[in-house]
C-alpha cells in the first residue's frame, strides 16, 4: 500500500530504541524524513544514522522540550507534517501504594509531554492543511493493568484529551490518534518481566505510520490496540 507519505516530514519522541524506534524506522521506510529525540545521545544517533534521521538528543518529559524538537524540524526541513509523541512509561506500582509525588512525575511523562508536542506542532499542521498525530500510548486506556496504576492514570489522561482535542482539528486536515499496544519485544518489558506472547516491534511501527498515512485520513480519535487480543472488552 502506498501510503502517500513519501518527501514528508515527521518527528518521533523517544526514539532510540523499543516502539518509538520502530516507528521511526517504519515512516523512514515509506519515504518520511525523520526527526528523532531521546536522552542518550549516543543511542540516538546510532538508531539515527541508519535511516537518515536526525538526532535531537534532548528529554522530551522537559517543558520546553517539545517545542525545541519541532524547531529543529523546521531549521532541517522547513516543514513539519507528521508527529509521533511518545515517553519511557513510569515504575509498577499498584493504585494504594503510589505517592503524590510519583503521579505527578507520570503525568508530566506519559500525558504532558505528547500534550505539548501535538501543541507545539498543531499550528505548523494547520498551515500545510495536512497533519497527522500519532501518539504512542498502552493498551491500558482501555483495560487498566493492577500492576501499573502510575500508567493507567496518567495515559488515560492522555485518551481522554485526546478524544476532546481530535474533533477540534478534524475539519483541518488533521488527524490525531492513539496506537494503545500491548506487550512488544522490547527493553522496557523486559525490565517489567514480561512473559508469553509478545508482538514484534517492527510490526508495531507499521501500525503508527499507517496511522500517519494519507489513506488513515478519515481515521480521527481512535485508540487502536496492538495487542494481540489481550483487551478482553468490547469497547
Known sequence: MDLGVAG?????????????????????????????????????????????????????TEPDAPQRLVDAALAEHGRLDIVVPNAGGPPPGRALDITDEQLVAAFEANCLASIRMARAALPHLETNGWGRICMISSYTVKQPAPFLALSNV?????????????????????TINMAAPGSHATDRMKQLGGSGPMGDPGDFGKVVAFLCSEPAKFVNGVALNVDGGAVSGLL
Open 8 to 60: 514528508k516530514v515527521a518527528i518521533v519522541a523517544a526514539s532510540s530504541k523499543g516502539l518509538g524506534r520502530a516507528a521511526a524506522e517504519a515512516l523512514a521506510a515509506d519515504g518520511v524524513k525523520v526527526v528523532m529525540c531521546a536522552r542518550n545521545a549516543d543511542e540516538l544517533r546510532a538508531a539515527a544514522e541508519p535511516i537518515g534521521g536526525l538526532a535531537v538528543p534532548l528529554d522530551i
Open 154 to 174: 496518567a495515559r488515560t489522561g492522555l485518551w481522554a484529551w485526546i478524544k476532546t482535542a481530535a474533533a477540534d482539528v478534524a475539519d483541518r486536515g488533521i
